[in-house]
């Protein structure tokens, strides 16, 4: 995995003089809402630190809630459910006729899963009066964060936030391997593979993680 992280230790005159500069300032800016981000959130509020988590994700949680360790395991389990039912359940004495496999359903129900997590850690946050700042973040100084909402169809927006400290918390991407481009199709992320749209009848896995 690759972790992305994008750091500037000096002002840069331009892009601050093109967004604006907010008055308020936090103890601390946590830049990525994953595990290790809210978490940090959470415990540094109830310290009595005035905190903010900024994340660029229309859904908080990061990459193991929204397309990672939750949606696979959800997943699993559904598999683990159609295996059952299609191996074990004669020889228990239960018969249910034939079995079927429904992706789309499993797939919603996956859905409603990752929903009703990242709900909850959205409510954590607002609970202990976190700050959730969108966008994507990077450091222009020491004690700047600028951060560029591009969430709608209108012009892109730019604010600074600046704090005492800020932890970087921005989590990981899937590796782009050479000559093994993701095309979305044939080719696809870890991403991808959790929203397929039927059963590929042969899949070949790059990397044993």
Do not use: W
């Not at 609970?127 to 004690?143: E, P, Q, S």
């Not at 400290?165 to 990981?172: C, H, P, W």
Request: include cysteine.
């Amino acid at each position: 995995m690759r972790i992305n992280v994008l750091l500037s230790h000096h002002f840069d005159i331009h892009r601050i003089a093109s967004g604006d500069i907010m008055s308020e300032k936090y103890d601390l800016i946590i830049i990525g809402a994953g595990p290790g981000g809210y978490v940090a959130a959470v415990r540094a509020a109830q310290l009595g630190l005035k905190t903010a988590c900024v994340e660029k994700s229309p859904r908080l949680g990061g990459v193991c809630l929204n397309v990672g360790c939750i949606p696979s395991k959800a997943l699993l389990d559904s598999s683990e459910y159609y295996h059952l039912a299609k191996t074990h359940f004669a020889e228990h004495g239960i018969g249910v006729g034939e079995v079927t496999l429904d992706l789309h359903a499993m797939m919603s129900r996956k859905n409603k899963v990752v929903e009703e997590l990242t709900g909850q850690v959205r409510q954590l946050l607002e609970g202990n009066k976190i700050d959730i700042i969108r966008g994507a973040a990077k450091l222009v100084a020491a004690d700047q964060v600028e951060v560029t909402d591009r969430s709608d169809d209108s012009a892109s927006r730019t604010k600074i936030f600046s704090a005492k400290a800020v932890l970087l918390a921005t989590g990981s991407a899937p590796v782009k391997v050479p000559g093994l481009e993701f095309d979305g199709k044939h080719i696809v992320s870890s991403t991808e593979a959790l929203s397929f749209n039927a059963v590929p009848e042969r899949l070949g896995i790059v990397g044993g993680g």
